[in-house]
């Protein structure tokens, strides 16, 4: 068993979906990461920070998922990072209607002791250089390093994206953003262009269309379960890479045969993320309904073919 390192936000969110609206609820790249990486096992820890407004009951919780909490910064005068977004009837796209940055605009990362040597690094949601600096701090080189942006850091930062992208050895990306980054229509050749920066495995996510992972001309599909009802898909892309990477940390195989596994697994996780508002539905995950809807993606996908 591998430790997990994670990097991303922990913030307030509000969100309106075509199925109502919420004030200030939990959100944020690293608490959905990790949500979803705790249903493996395996050490983590999150390295984030917030202010002063950010209730305690939050931090609590996370501890109760075993997730360490010690290096999430909490600034005595601060306020958290803020975003709120607002979603299209296809829930599949939305507008982001509001990024306030707060405390997240003078945060210095501090990777702690016990995770210097940690072998997987999931680099979520927020500034490069934020991330960029978790890499600099580790001891030696990461097993596997994962990161995970939107395009609101392109638009903003996009010198010191393509730096941490030069770094990592896995992108997870959704396919607008891929086209944005790569100049490229077509995902196959966005997600070569992509490799050509850097990582090695370019995971593209669909939204409910699944996703793809690419490695040197090596192409894998894994569908999204469908779903009855979708009723907020916040945090999706991010259950996914917390699920991929606390899979990838507790099989300690980063084979591209075992990163099929982790992509199902990451799908399998983000199927229960969007079936309530914000991070309700991660918290009270039972392994059992996780096995069981594992199960449904295995007879979604399989098939037998007389091939003559
Ligand atoms: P996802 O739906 O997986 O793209 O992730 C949504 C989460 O990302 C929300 O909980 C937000 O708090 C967080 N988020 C939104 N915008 C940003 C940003 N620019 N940087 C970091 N995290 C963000």
Redo the contacts with the bound molecule.
């Keep these: 068993m591998s430790k997990l390192l994670i990097v ?2 922990v ?1 307030f ?1 509000a969100i309106e979906t075509p199925f109502g609206k919420t004030d200030k609820i939990l ?3 690293a ?2 990461i990790g949500l979803a990486a705790s249903n493996f096992n395996i050490p983590s820890a999150i390295v984030s920070v917030v202010g002063n407004d950010f209730p305690a009951e939050y931090i609590e919780m996370l501890q109760k998922h075993n997730i360490d909490t010690s290096a999430i910064e909490i600034v005595p005068d601060g306020k958290t ?1 803020f ?1 709120s ?1 607002r979603y299209h009837n296809d829930m599949n796209s939305r507008d ?1 209607l509001e ?1 306030q940055l707060n405390v997240l605009e003078n945060f210095n990362p501090v990777v702690p002791e016990a995770y210097k040597d940690a072998e997987i690094v999931m680099l979520g ?2 500034h490069p250089l934020v991330q960029l600096s978790v890499l600099e701090q580790m001891d030696a080189k990461p097993k596997l390093a994962v990161l995970d942006t ?1 395009n ?2 392109m638009d903003i930062a996009l010198d010191d994206l393509k730096k941490v992208i030069a770094k990592v050895d896995v992108i997870t990306i959704n396919d607008e953003e891929a086209r944005q980054l790569s100049g490229e229509y077509s995902l196959v050749k966005a997600a070569r262009v992509i490799e050509a920066m850097g990582p090695k495995y370019v995971v593209i996510k669909k939204g409910e269309h699944g996703a793809l992972l690419f490695n040197n001309g090596q192409v894998f599909f894994a569908p999204a379960l469908p779903l009855e009802e979708v009723f907020d ?7 996914f890479a917390g699920g991929f990477a606390g899979y990838i940390a507790k099989s300690e195989d980063i084979s591209f045969e075992n990163m099929k596994n982790a992509i199902i697994q990451g799908s399998n996780l983000a199927s229960f993320c969007v079936e309530k508002f914000g991070t309700e539905r991660m918290q009270e995950l039972s392994r059992t309904e996780i096995g069981n809807r594992l199960q449904r993606f295995k007879e979604l996908t399989q098939f037998e073919i007389e091939l003559s």
Excluded: C, K
């Design positions: 991303g936000t913030a969110d959100g944020g790249a608490t959905y990072f975003w977004g982001t990024t949601n927020l939107m609101f850091w898909p916040t945090g999706a892309g991010d259950t």
